[in-house]
């Protein structure tokens, strides 16, 4: 049988619109609002100190003629330095676009579109309202409040009871004060800073925060939704991650609760984060819930008699403590008009072997229909906190070498898949078709994919050998595809993006690039969080990743500390390139 290589780890988030800029620019916000008589689409393309604005304004009410203006108030310090498709005046923080002498009148459903750029420093949150010859657009024609619209963005005009089919599509993503601050902490972050990356709960502390602590922040759930709105965010992400027993095949990233405590992780976890989320001040927002990384798939790889089993698995599976724990809090979550569940689906290094892909579609059904209702489901992410590329350009599985397929490399060791776009499309396929809605879709976590730098191929090997041309050809430069611990070589991957590809809703940054992903020594900790070989670059391997070298980078921290070197590593090596 296959080995059977564990586990994904790691990842980010972030989320996209738009168009991103070259050179390391965010593509930030689009939201609207408009009043009864018009609607504002307005997004913000940014980078450190400033940002392309982009407004499309759209008469609801009576045609206009002889002259229109847009008024605007900045929350923040933004100045605008230049304008197009309109003259744009700026007094203290109030704006007025006037209409460009060419273009004077605006019909009823007549639109105009006009840009600028300017500079910000702090936050550079859009602004709340505006007004069309001095009217407050809200979007509407008539009784604001009633009929859902579906034609504006969403944080201020999307129905609350109404799931959008991607929720990232057309919506700035929320950019984690924190990750930002250690990211510019590192010499050159500033390129990447600006980014968003998802927020983990990884124990019940923090979900008011805790003080102190070496590898989390101290904003709770609470403190993140209030700046997401502040930011004018569209969407936030959020990795629901302390399951009883977690991460039952490795030890780095344990966490607090027993294998027994899923009543615990109910009503002191569960429930206090779908409270929180419930409240109606964050209905606008799109909240994201990444639901429980590395925990399914372990129950399909790593029990029983496989190489990997480990007893907690074996245990977690005998006990439901995941399968429950997990239907629980898609039934909770999942129950908000405004909340959009993805639950982990391991990578293609872990279950794109025949015996394990179906089975870990079946598990995924299971807590799905533990949760009451498999809607509950809105898609899955692979790849999270992992490494595996997104496309293997030059080793797909047809590709043959003197007669020989890659299939039969030591590589790719018989797997279906090389790389995670061909996976997580096939994956959705098949969650599809035994059952889920067919309006899933999926996630890829590309925050260290990237795998950029002087060791990329440009080209597929000349070698005859099998084995030789894989290795050549490959653009994961891992020992092995089971390796999981801060690998060496890595880089970021493609940048937060909605809507990339086919069946693909958003490539993400859940692992917040520059995390740890495990101490490289036992570090004492009061997270419950293991040492695991894996992160220790002298390790020889296991069975999990065919008894290779770990690939680890030494001298790094417990799980989701920070590693500077690290992240000076991932930028060094991104693809796409800073
Ligand atoms: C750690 C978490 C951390 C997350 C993001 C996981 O491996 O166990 O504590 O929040 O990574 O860095």
């Known amino acids: 049988m296959r080995p059977t290589p564990t586990r994904a780890r790691a990842l980010t988030a972030a989320a996209v619109v738009g168009v991103v800029a070259a050179t390391g620019a965010v593509a930030v916000a689009t939201s609207a609002s408009a009043a009864a008589g018009c609607r504002v689409d ?5 980078w450190s100190n400033g940002f392309t604005g982009n407004v499309t304004v759209t008469n609801l009410g009576d045609p206009i003629s002889g002259g229109w203006n847009l008024t605007w108030s900045w929350a923040g310090n933004q100045q605008i330095t230049q304008g197009w498709s309109a003259t744009i ?5 109030n704006v007025t676009a006037t209409n460009p002498g060419w273009a004077s009148s605006l019909g009823t459903n007549g639109t105009a579109n006009f840009g600028f750029n300017a500079n910000y420093s702090g936050t550079n949150a859009a602004p709340a309202s505006f007004s069309l010859n001095g009217t407050v657009c809200n979007g509407s024609t008539g009784s604001p409040s009633s009929s859902p619209s579906t034609s504006t963005s969403p944080s201020t005009s999307t129905s609350p009871t109404t799931k959008v089919d991607n929720p990232y599509a057309g919506a700035r993503g929320y950019v984690n004060p924190e990750w930002k601050a250690k990211a ?47 930011q004018g965010a569209g969407y ?62 372990n129950l399909v790889t790593n029990v029983g008699s496989q190489a990997g089993a480990t007893a907690t698995c074996d245990t977690m599976k005998a006990n439901g403590g995941y399968v429950q724990g997990i239907g629980y809090a898609l039934s909770k979550l999942g129950a908000l008009g405004n909340t959009y569940n993805y639950v982990d689906a391991a990578h293609h290094g872990w279950i794109g072997w025949d015996s394990n892909f179906g089975p870990t579609a079946d598990i995924m059904l299971e807590a799905a229909r533990a949760s009451g209702n498999v809607k509950n489901v809105h898609g899955f992410i692979t790849n999270t906190a992992n490494y595996s590329a997104l496309r293997e350009l030059f080793v797909q599985p047809s590709t043959s070498v003197n007669g020989q397929s890659v299939r039969q490399s030591k590589w790719v060791d018989w797997n279906q898949y090389t790389d995670e776009l061909t996976f997580a499309q096939a994956f959705r396929t098949k969650l599809v078709s035994i059952g889920f809605d067919s309006g899933i879709g999926m996630l890829i976590d590309t925050s260290r994919n990237g795998w950029g730098g002087a060791a990329r191929p440009t080209a597929a090997s000349t ?10 050809s490959r653009i994961d430069r891992r020992i092995h595809a089971g390796n999981w611990c801060n690998q060496s070589g890595a880089g970021l991957g493609e940048r937060p993006t909605a809507a990339p590809a086919s069946g693909i809703d958003a490539y993400v940054w859940v692992k917040p690039p520059g995390e740890s992903d495990g101490s490289s020594t036992l570090i004492d900790n009061d997270e419950g969080k293991g040492f695991d070989q894996m992160c220790d670059p002298a390790y020889a391997g296991n069975a999990r990743n065919g008894n290779s070298m770990s690939g680890a980078l030494p001298n790094a921290p417990i799980s989701g500390a920070w590693f500077p070197a690290q992240f000076a590593q991932l930028m060094a090596n991104a693809y796409p390139a800073l």
């Open 89 to 93: 005046a700026q007094s203290g923080a």
């Open 236 to 297: 936030i992400q959020f990795v629901i991650y302390n399951l009883p027993g977690r991460d039952c095949a490795a030890l780095a990233s344990n966490g607090e609760l027993g294998v027994n405590e899923l009543p615990k992780y109910k009503t002191d976890y569960i429930d206090p984060i779908a409270a929180i989320q419930a409240d109606a001040k964050y209905k606008a927002l799109r909240i994201i819930n990444i639901v429980e990384i590395d925990s399914l798939p």
């Open 463 to 472: 070698s005859t050998n099998v084995d030789t041309f894989v290795n050549e």
């Open 184 to 230: 510019e902490s590192v010499t050159g972050g500033s390129r990447v800073s600006n980014n968003p990356t998802a927020v983990w709960i990884d124990r019940i502390a923090a979900i008011n925060g805790t003080s102190g602590s070496s590898s989390n922040g101290s904003m709770g759930v609470r403190d993140h939704l209030d700046a997401a709105l502040a």
């Open 42 to 46: 307005y997004s913000a393309n940014q």
